[in-house]
Protein backbone atom coordinates (compact mmCIF):
# COMPACT_ATOMS: atom_id res chain seq x y z
CA UNK A 1 0.00 0.00 0.00
CA UNK A 2 1.21 3.56 -1.00
CA UNK A 3 1.66 5.65 2.49
CA UNK A 4 2.97 9.09 2.73
CA UNK A 5 2.55 10.72 6.44
CA UNK A 6 3.58 14.63 6.68
CA UNK A 7 4.76 15.88 9.86
CA UNK A 8 6.94 19.16 10.99
CA UNK A 9 4.22 21.79 11.00
CA UNK A 10 3.39 23.93 14.40
CA UNK A 11 2.95 27.55 15.62
CA UNK A 12 5.62 29.82 14.35
CA UNK A 13 5.70 33.69 14.31
CA UNK A 14 5.97 35.93 11.15
CA UNK A 15 9.50 35.76 9.96
CA UNK A 16 10.73 32.55 11.73
CA UNK A 17 11.55 29.21 9.79
CA UNK A 18 9.95 25.67 10.18
CA UNK A 19 10.82 22.43 8.31
CA UNK A 20 8.69 20.07 6.56
CA UNK A 21 8.80 16.30 6.45
CA UNK A 22 7.05 13.43 4.08
CA UNK A 23 8.24 9.70 4.29
CA UNK A 24 6.93 7.54 1.72
CA UNK A 25 6.55 3.81 2.06
CA UNK A 26 4.99 1.02 -0.32
CA UNK A 27 6.30 2.09 -3.85
CA UNK A 28 9.80 3.08 -5.33
CA UNK A 29 10.58 6.37 -3.88
CA UNK A 30 13.28 7.58 -5.53
CA UNK A 31 11.34 7.05 -9.07
CA UNK A 32 8.15 9.42 -8.92
CA UNK A 33 8.61 13.25 -8.65
CA UNK A 34 6.95 14.41 -5.31
CA UNK A 35 5.27 17.71 -4.74
CA UNK A 36 3.86 19.74 -1.69
CA UNK A 37 0.69 21.97 -2.16
CA UNK A 38 -1.57 23.58 0.75
CA UNK A 39 -4.46 24.98 1.63
CA UNK A 40 -5.38 28.12 3.63
CA UNK A 41 -8.20 28.53 5.66
CA UNK A 42 -11.40 28.30 3.80
CA UNK A 43 -9.16 28.69 0.47
CA UNK A 44 -8.74 26.29 -2.39
CA UNK A 45 -5.81 24.19 -3.34
CA UNK A 46 -2.39 25.74 -4.22
CA UNK A 47 0.79 23.99 -5.57
CA UNK A 48 3.65 24.84 -3.80
CA UNK A 49 6.60 23.04 -5.13
CA UNK A 50 7.57 20.22 -7.52
CA UNK A 51 11.25 18.29 -7.25
CA UNK A 52 12.04 15.28 -9.55
CA UNK A 53 12.70 12.09 -8.96
CA UNK A 54 16.83 12.91 -8.64
CA UNK A 55 16.40 16.44 -7.69
CA UNK A 56 17.57 18.04 -11.05
CA UNK A 57 14.60 19.64 -11.97
CA UNK A 58 12.92 21.95 -9.23
CA UNK A 59 9.47 24.75 -9.46
CA UNK A 60 8.43 26.70 -7.07
CA UNK A 61 4.90 28.60 -7.11
CA UNK A 62 5.54 32.09 -7.17
CA UNK A 63 4.12 33.37 -4.00
CA UNK A 64 6.70 30.68 -2.14
CA UNK A 65 9.88 31.59 -4.15
CA UNK A 66 13.39 32.74 -2.54
CA UNK A 67 11.73 31.61 1.00
CA UNK A 68 10.98 28.22 0.50
CA UNK A 69 13.35 25.63 -0.34
CA UNK A 70 12.46 22.09 -1.67
CA UNK A 71 14.71 19.05 -1.58
CA UNK A 72 14.45 15.43 -0.97
CA UNK A 73 16.70 12.23 0.58
CA UNK A 74 15.96 9.25 -1.68
CA UNK A 75 17.91 6.57 0.89
CA UNK A 76 15.10 7.92 3.64
CA UNK A 77 12.38 7.79 1.11
CA UNK A 78 12.01 11.32 2.65
CA UNK A 79 10.42 14.47 1.29
CA UNK A 80 11.46 18.19 2.67
CA UNK A 81 10.67 21.81 2.41
CA UNK A 82 12.21 24.29 4.20
CA UNK A 83 10.10 27.21 4.69
CA UNK A 84 12.06 30.41 5.93
CA UNK A 85 10.63 34.19 6.19
CA UNK A 86 7.23 33.07 7.14
CA UNK A 87 4.17 35.01 6.42
CA UNK A 88 0.63 34.99 8.17
CA UNK A 89 -0.39 33.80 4.38
CA UNK A 90 1.46 30.88 4.74
CA UNK A 91 -0.88 29.63 7.16
CA UNK A 92 -2.03 26.27 5.72
CA UNK A 93 -2.61 22.58 5.80
CA UNK A 94 0.39 21.41 4.31
CA UNK A 95 0.32 17.88 1.79
CA UNK A 96 3.03 16.41 0.21
CA UNK A 97 1.93 14.25 -3.16
CA UNK A 98 2.85 11.48 -5.47
CA UNK A 99 3.03 12.53 -9.22
CA UNK A 100 2.28 10.57 -11.91
CA UNK A 101 2.11 13.24 -13.28
CA UNK A 102 -1.59 13.42 -11.33
CA UNK A 103 -1.08 13.43 -7.95
CA UNK A 104 -2.39 10.13 -7.18
CA UNK A 105 -1.14 9.41 -3.56
CA UNK A 106 -1.67 12.62 -0.99
CA UNK A 107 -0.14 12.53 2.69
CA UNK A 108 -2.65 13.13 5.25
CA UNK A 109 -1.29 16.82 5.99
CA UNK A 110 0.24 19.07 8.56
CA UNK A 111 -1.27 22.05 10.04
CA UNK A 112 1.36 25.49 9.65
CA UNK A 113 0.02 28.44 11.56
CA UNK A 114 2.50 31.60 11.44
CA UNK A 115 1.33 34.30 13.85
CA UNK A 116 2.37 36.08 16.51
CA UNK B 1 0.68 30.65 -15.68
CA UNK B 2 -2.65 28.94 -16.69
CA UNK B 3 -5.74 29.82 -14.98
CA UNK B 4 -8.31 27.41 -14.45
CA UNK B 5 -11.77 28.34 -13.83
CA UNK B 6 -14.74 26.35 -12.43
CA UNK B 7 -18.30 26.62 -12.01
CA UNK B 8 -20.55 27.20 -10.78
CA UNK B 9 -18.56 27.94 -7.05
CA UNK B 10 -21.42 26.31 -5.72
CA UNK B 11 -23.59 23.25 -6.75
CA UNK B 12 -27.16 22.51 -4.44
CA UNK B 13 -28.33 19.08 -5.72
CA UNK B 14 -30.16 15.83 -3.81
CA UNK B 15 -28.95 12.07 -3.82
CA UNK B 16 -29.93 10.51 -7.25
CA UNK B 17 -29.66 14.15 -9.12
CA UNK B 18 -26.78 14.48 -12.01
CA UNK B 19 -23.93 16.81 -11.66
CA UNK B 20 -22.35 18.87 -14.10
CA UNK B 21 -18.93 20.70 -13.35
CA UNK B 22 -17.39 22.75 -15.80
CA UNK B 23 -13.70 23.85 -15.59
CA UNK B 24 -12.12 26.09 -18.04
CA UNK B 25 -8.51 26.75 -19.11
CA UNK B 26 -6.82 30.15 -20.11
CA UNK B 27 -4.90 28.43 -22.64
CA UNK B 28 -5.13 24.70 -24.09
CA UNK B 29 -4.19 21.91 -21.70
CA UNK B 30 -3.09 19.11 -23.11
CA UNK B 31 -5.53 16.20 -22.23
CA UNK B 32 -2.93 13.81 -20.65
CA UNK B 33 -2.58 16.97 -17.98
CA UNK B 34 -5.95 17.46 -16.92
CA UNK B 35 -7.20 15.77 -13.12
CA UNK B 36 -10.06 16.16 -11.19
CA UNK B 37 -10.07 15.47 -7.50
CA UNK B 38 -12.51 15.41 -4.57
CA UNK B 39 -11.62 17.09 -1.21
CA UNK B 40 -13.74 16.35 2.25
CA UNK B 41 -13.03 18.33 4.88
CA UNK B 42 -10.50 16.84 7.75
CA UNK B 43 -9.32 14.40 4.70
CA UNK B 44 -6.56 14.50 2.09
CA UNK B 45 -7.65 15.10 -1.82
CA UNK B 46 -8.25 12.03 -4.26
CA UNK B 47 -7.49 11.77 -7.20
CA UNK B 48 -10.83 10.85 -9.46
CA UNK B 49 -9.91 11.67 -12.97
CA UNK B 50 -6.61 11.62 -14.83
CA UNK B 51 -6.04 12.59 -18.65
CA UNK B 52 -9.28 14.52 -18.44
CA UNK B 53 -11.46 11.45 -18.98
CA UNK B 54 -9.73 8.07 -17.08
CA UNK B 55 -11.13 7.45 -13.89
CA UNK B 56 -8.28 6.20 -11.07
CA UNK B 57 -7.81 3.04 -8.98
CA UNK B 58 -11.40 2.29 -7.29
CA UNK B 59 -13.07 5.30 -8.84
CA UNK B 60 -16.88 4.26 -8.96
CA UNK B 61 -18.51 4.61 -12.96
CA UNK B 62 -20.69 6.94 -11.57
CA UNK B 63 -17.55 9.36 -11.93
CA UNK B 64 -16.92 10.47 -15.50
CA UNK B 65 -14.61 13.22 -17.17
CA UNK B 66 -14.56 14.92 -20.84
CA UNK B 67 -13.30 17.77 -22.79
CA UNK B 68 -10.48 18.27 -24.33
CA UNK B 69 -8.19 22.19 -25.15
CA UNK B 70 -9.53 24.76 -22.67
CA UNK B 71 -13.16 23.46 -21.70
CA UNK B 72 -13.57 19.79 -19.18
CA UNK B 73 -16.55 18.47 -17.57
CA UNK B 74 -16.55 16.44 -14.96
CA UNK B 75 -19.87 14.44 -14.38
CA UNK B 76 -21.57 12.77 -11.23
CA UNK B 77 -24.36 10.37 -13.30
CA UNK B 78 -26.58 9.75 -9.73
CA UNK B 79 -25.38 11.64 -6.36
CA UNK B 80 -24.66 9.50 -3.42
CA UNK B 81 -24.09 10.87 -0.31
CA UNK B 82 -20.39 10.48 0.39
CA UNK B 83 -20.02 12.73 -3.44
CA UNK B 84 -21.41 15.55 -1.74
CA UNK B 85 -17.75 17.57 -1.29
CA UNK B 86 -15.50 19.88 -2.95
CA UNK B 87 -14.07 19.28 -6.71
CA UNK B 88 -11.00 20.26 -7.99
CA UNK B 89 -9.98 20.49 -11.66
CA UNK B 90 -5.78 20.73 -11.92
CA UNK B 91 -3.25 21.06 -15.07
CA UNK B 92 0.07 19.32 -14.49
CA UNK B 93 1.77 19.95 -17.96
CA UNK B 94 2.95 23.54 -17.64
CA UNK B 95 4.73 24.53 -14.80
CA UNK B 96 3.38 26.55 -12.40
CA UNK B 97 0.74 23.31 -11.87
CA UNK B 98 -2.03 24.78 -11.04
CA UNK B 99 -5.89 24.45 -9.79
CA UNK B 100 -9.27 25.76 -10.04
CA UNK B 101 -10.74 27.42 -7.40
CA UNK B 102 -12.84 24.23 -6.78
CA UNK B 103 -16.82 23.67 -6.61
CA UNK B 104 -18.53 22.90 -3.51
CA UNK B 105 -21.45 20.38 -3.70
CA UNK B 106 -24.19 20.53 -1.64
CA UNK B 107 -27.12 18.37 -0.41
CA UNK B 108 -29.94 20.92 -1.16
Known amino acids: EVRLVDSGGGLVKPGGSLRLSCVGS????????MNWVRQAPGKGLEWVSSITSGSSHIHYADSVRGRFTVSRDNARNSLFLQMSSLRADDTAVYYCARATPDFDSWGQGTQVTVSP | EIVLTQSPGTLSLSPGERATLSCRASQSVGSPYLAWYQHKPGQAPRLLIY???SRATGIPDRFSGSGSGTDFTLTISRLEPEDFAVYYC?????????FGQGTRLEIK
Open chain 2, 90 to 98: QQNGSPPIT
Open chain 2, 51 to 53: GAS
Open chain 1, 26 to 33: GFTFNTYT
